[in-house]
């Protein structure tokens, strides 16, 4: 049997963690590079977004400031897209394809991009499910009780279809944004940076599926081995 807290699955989380740690990598490099370099249309983050969101129908989207580095985010329940202050006041490549990206989620919203509406009604699941799943598999694996097990499980498995939806909304969004920035607003070399910053960054939102999906199939080999003991 498989001991929870040392046996050979743990490979399974050192390749995750190791991936996750290349892809964050990727994404520190990608913007250093390019936030060093100004777009020649000079207009900043922000500027940009507006331009954007005015042009795709979402006038009544906000813009506002938000503290810490690459906090960018959208939030469709309060109609705010929310930009860190390098990204909103910078001119550079890389807050122009940030800037852009975070707009092109306004969009999904403002046009009910399916992906976009299914991980948020997974959002609730999938936070309960992540707290939770540990602690009931733990509890699964003390008391031998295959059923507790099964529980802890399906609960995890509600943390790896959020990480998996996300993907597609992630990629659609940075599609959007490569698609309207070269309609006039970049030239190719500059877009050959905003494509680098936002695989980049994709690259994460994979890495950390792929860490929720080999967590995952460790719980089902450690269950599977509690099961032949």
């Known amino acids: 049997m498989y001991g ?48 954007i969101l005015d042009g795709n129908g979402c006038r009544d989207v906000r813009i506002e400031q938000v503290a810490g580095k690459l906090t960018d985010h959208f939030d469709p329940q309060d109609g705010v897209l929310r930009l860190s202050r390098e990204v909103y006041h910078s001119s550079s490549i890389a807050a122009i394809g940030v800037a852009a990206h975070e707009a092109g989620h306004a969009i999904q919203d403002a046009q009910g991009y399916v992906p976009m509406n299914i991980r948020a009604n997974l959002v609730p699941l999938a936070n309960i499910g992540s707290q939770a799943a540990m602690p009931i598999f733990l ?32 990629l659609n969004a940075s599609s959007r944004a490569v698609a309207v920035l070269s309609d006039g607003y970049m030239a190719e070399d500059e877009l050959k940076g905003v494509k680098a910053v936002l695989s980049a960054a994709a690259l994460t939102y994979v890495a950390s599926a792929v860490q929720a999906v080999l967590q995952l199939l460790r719980l089902l080999l450690i269950a599977n081995s509690r099961r032949r003991d």
Do not use: H
């Not at 295959?146 to 909304?169: D, H, N, Q, S």
């Open 4 to 51: 929870f807290y040392y046996d050979p699955t743990y490979i399974l989380v050192l390749i995750g963690a190791l991936l996750a740690v290349f892809a964050q990598a990727k994404v520190s490099s990608a913007y250093s590079k390019w936030s060093g370099v100004n777009s020649r249309g000079g207009m900043t983050g922000a500027e940009m977004a507006r331009v």
């Open 139 to 170: 509890l699964g694996l003390l008391m031998s009780w295959e059923p507790v097990l099964k529980i802890g499980i399906a609960c995890f498995l509600f943390a790896v279809l959020f990480y998996l939806v996300t993907l597609p909304v992630e």
